[in-house]
């Protein structure tokens, strides 16, 4: 008859995968390949929001009030979003990992629950902000461009629109699973 | 800075196979999804190794993140299949007799139907923690984890017997 002191035996007994032999060394190097990853994001941020503002100034769009309260609008919903994520990702990394298991899932619920917050209000009032931003646009864009490429902005953003929504969308589900298992 | 390196070295070798192996109960018995697992913990005890107090055992410490990353990761990944523990097993101790073998997948098996809560308290159990750290990794009093290891052994020892 298996006694749970045979189980605990056959735990420690069990095979064992051996220790890496650069394990310590490949974990440095992870960490560097990390630190990299963020100073690329960090770049990637930084130059997405100057060729924002260039454009802004280059097309001259504060001499035009609704174009350039349109432009605001893209620029601002796409910079709140920006920084929306920015501040998750911080908040999400400064959650303390070597507190006790009861203490930290409670702090990750807590975390999910401002996420999901933040997609069933502020998502769908910047994807708002940005349409409007753009539908404002859409006169100017007739003016200046040439049919043909008028064409291809209106349905490509249509396309982008739709892709956007079906990965925020998914980003939502993944993180309302998440929070789902870690309250149970 | 060195001295932080040297440090990192000598508790990750020290402690590579505990967290592995409790690794390896969160993730019934999936050997390359443990072996990244233990990766992430590592990682996460670098991160924070200049954090450690000394307040509790570095061992305890490690588990802590060890349970906290296993208990989050795994939410966040695919499912793990049981029949891939199988091609551990086969791929490691080509010695071994199938009883064995049989023996340590139903007991994978039956940790992988607890909760995630009474998970972690049984693998540390098995483990041989003592019962005042694990309720100190858990973060639950050390009566409810005395009463809680009860329960679990029972239920544990009737899933391996069926």
New interface residues.
């Given amino acids: ?4 002191e045979d ?2 035996s ?3 007994n ?4 051996d ?2 032999s650069d ?2 060394e ?3 190097k ?2 560097s390949g ?1 630190k990299r990853k963020q100073i690329i994001t960090n770049v990637i941020l930084g130059a997405t929001v100057l060729i924002l503002i260039v454009f802004f100034t280059y097309i001259e769009a504060y001499n035009s009030g609704l174009i350039s309260f349109a432009l605001s609008l893209m620029i601002g919903s796409l910079l709140v979003r920006i920084g929306i994520e920015y501040f998750s990702i911080k908040k999400l990394k400064a959650i303390d ?9 409670k702090n ?1 619920v807590s975390y999910y629950k401002k996420r999901i917050r933040i997609h069933y209000i502020a998502t769908p009032i910047i994807i708002l902000a940005y349409c409007i931003g753009f539908v404002l646009m859409l006169p100017s864009f007739e003016k200046h461009l040439s049919s043909g490429f008028y064409t291809y902005i209106v349905f490509s953003s249509i396309i982008i629109l739709v892709v956007m929504v079906f990965f925020i969308g998914k980003q939502i589900k ?1 993180e309302l ?2 929070l789902k ?2 309250s ?1 | 800075m060195k001295s932080l390196d040297k440090q990192f070295k000598e508790v990750y070798e020290a402690n590579y196979t505990k967290v592995n192996r409790l690794c390896l109960g969160y993730t019934n018995g999936d050997a390359m999804l443990s072996k990244d697992l233990t990766q992430d913990v590592f990682i996460k005890v670098w991160q924070h190794l200049d954090s450690f107090r000394n307040e509790s055992n570095i061992t305890t410490w490690i588990y802590r993140i060890a349970v906290n990353t296993c208990l989050l990761e795994l939410r966040k990944k695919k499912p793990v299949r049981l029949s891939n523990h199988l091609n551990h097993i086969e791929a490691s101790t080509e010695n071994q007799n199938n009883d064995k073998e049989l023996e340590i997948n139903k007991l994978y098996h039956c940790i992988g139907r607890l909760k995630p809560e009474n998970k972690s308290i049984i693998l540390l159990e098995l483990e041989g923690v003592p019962q005042k750290e694990i309720a100190e990794i858990t973060g639950l009093s050390h009566e409810t984890i005395r009463v809680r290891i009860y329960r679990i052994k029972k239920e544990l020892t009737k899933c391996v017997r069926k």
């Fill in positions: 008859m298996t006694t749970f189980l605990k056959q735990w420690k069990q095979p064992q995968q220790i890496p394990g310590s490949s974990i440095l992870k960490l990390i990992i070597t507190l006790s298991a009861s203490v930290f899932s990750m993944k699973s998440i298992e870690i149970n």
